[in-house]
C-alpha cells in the first residue's frame, strides 16, 4: 500500500467519531504502558467496527429463516429461503454460500441473494462471528476463514451441493484462503478482496495513531494466537492452490481495499478472470444490478 493510498484509507476511517476517541487513549497509554498497549490494540483490531449497538438491524425480508450454529466461543447465523432447508432432507439443489466483509452482516448480500434466486440457485447468507445477530465481541480474519469452512463442511454434510460462494472484502480473503486449503466449492466469487492482512495493520496503525513497534507487536499477537502467519493469506501464497472456476471484482475507486488488490488476486489465480467496476467504492457494488447479475450468472455457468 503506498503513502497516499494508506493516508487515503486511515482519513475514511477516522471521520468515525468512536476511531477519534480510541486514537486518542491508544497514544497516550502507548507513551507509559507499550506492553498493554499492544494487549488493548489486539482486542481493539478484533472488534469489528461501528459497533453493532450503534447500527439498527433491519428485519429480514418475508420468507427468509434464520439459524443460529454455535462455532468456537461464538456463533454463526445462517439465513436462507425455505427452498434451501438447513435440516438434514433430500437435497433441494445447488447451494450458494454469501459471506460479508469485516464490520458487515449479512443483510448486505441480499440483492445477489436475490439474483442468485433468479436463477434457480439456492442462496445461504450467514453473519460471522461478532457480526450481524451472531454472538461474540471479537473476531479475526483466520476465523472468518475457519467459519467459512465449517459451514461449508455442515452444509455438505446435510446433502447439498456447493455450487459457489461469493465473499466481500475480508472475507473474500478468508474465502480464497479457504479455497486453497480444499474447501469443496465449484466456483469463488471474490468481491473487493485486500491482498495483505500486513496491510490491515498498518491502516490499523495509522487511523489509531499507533507505533511501528506497537504494529508490529500486534501483529505476532494474532499470529502466535491464531497459529497462522500474516503472509499465508497473500495471493501469492493461497492463489496458486485455488483450482475452482474464479471471479475477481474490484472498482478502480475502491478507497479501503485497493483495485491493485483486486488485480493481484487476479493474476496469481490461475484462469481467474478480473472484472474492474467504476464509482462505485468498496461496499455499493454489493448493490449494483449490473454487478449482481453478473456474478450470478457466473456462479450459475450461464456467463
Known amino acids: 500500500m503506498t503513502p497516499a493510498a494508506l493516508q487515503a484509507t486511515s482519513d475514511f476511517y477516522s471521520t468515525n467519531p468512536f476511531t477519534r476517541v480510541m486514537r486518542t487513549g491508544l497514544g497516550a497509554l502507548e507513551r507509559v504502558w507499550p506492553s498493554l498497549t499492544v494487549r488493548a490494540a489486539y482486542r481493539l483490531f478484533g472488534t469489528p467496527l461501528p459497533p453493532r449497538w450503534l447500527r439498527k438491524q433491519r428485519p429480514w425480508p418475508e420468507g427468509w429463516r434464520s439459524e443460529r450454529w454455535a462455532f468456537e466461543d ?3 447465523t445462517v439465513h436462507s429461503l ?3 432447508p438447513l435440516v438434514p432432507s433430500t ?5 450458494v454460500l454469501l459471506v460479508h466483509g469485516w464490520g458487515g452482516h449479512a443483510q448486505q448480500m441480499l440483492p445477489l441473494a436475490q439474483a442468485l434466486a433468479a436463477q434457480g440457485m439456492q442462496p445461504v447468507l450467514i453473519d460471522l462471528p461478532a457480526h450481524g445477530v451472531s454472538r461474540g465481541r471479537v473476531s479475526n480474519l483466520p476465523q472468518f476463514a475457519r467459519a467459512i469452512e465449517y459451514t461449508a463442511a455442515r452444509l455438505a454434510q446435510q446433502g447439498h451441493v456447493l455450487r459457489g460462494a461469493a465473499a466481500h472484502s475480508l472475507a473474500a480473503n478468508a474465502l480464497a484462503f479457504a479455497a486453497s486449503r480444499g ?3 465449484e466456483r469463488l466469487v471474490l468481491l473487493a478482496p485486500p491482498a495483505s492482512p500486513y496491510e490491515y495493520t498498518r491502516l490499523f496503525a495509522h487511523a489509531f495513531g499507533l507505533s511501528e513497534a506497537t504494529r508490529a507487536g500486534l501483529q505476532r499477537r494474532v499470529e502466535s494466537r491464531e497459529g497462522v502467519l500474516m503472509s499465508q493469506f497473500e495471493p501469492q501464497c493461497t492463489g496458486p492452490n485455488v483450482a475452482a472456476p474464479t471471479l475477481v471484482v474490484h472498482d478502480r475507486e475502491d478507497r479501503v481495499n485497493h483495485f491493485a488488490d483486486g488485480e493481484a488476486f ?3 489465480i ?3 478472470r478480473l472484472t474492474a467496476t467504476q464509482g462505485l467504492g468498496h461496499s455499493r457494488m454489493l448493490r449494483d444490478e449490473q454487478v ?3 456474478v450470478a450468472a457466473f456462479i450459475a455457468g450461464a456467463d
Do not use: D, N
Open 292 to 294: 449482481t447479475s453478473a
Open 270 to 272: 490461475k484462469g481467474a
Open 91 to 95: 437435497p433441494q439443489g445447488p447451494v
Open 183 to 185: 474447501l469443496r466449492i
Open 74 to 76: 461464538a456463533s454463526i
Open 82 to 84: 425455505p427452498s434451501a
Open 266 to 268: 487476479a493474476r496469481e
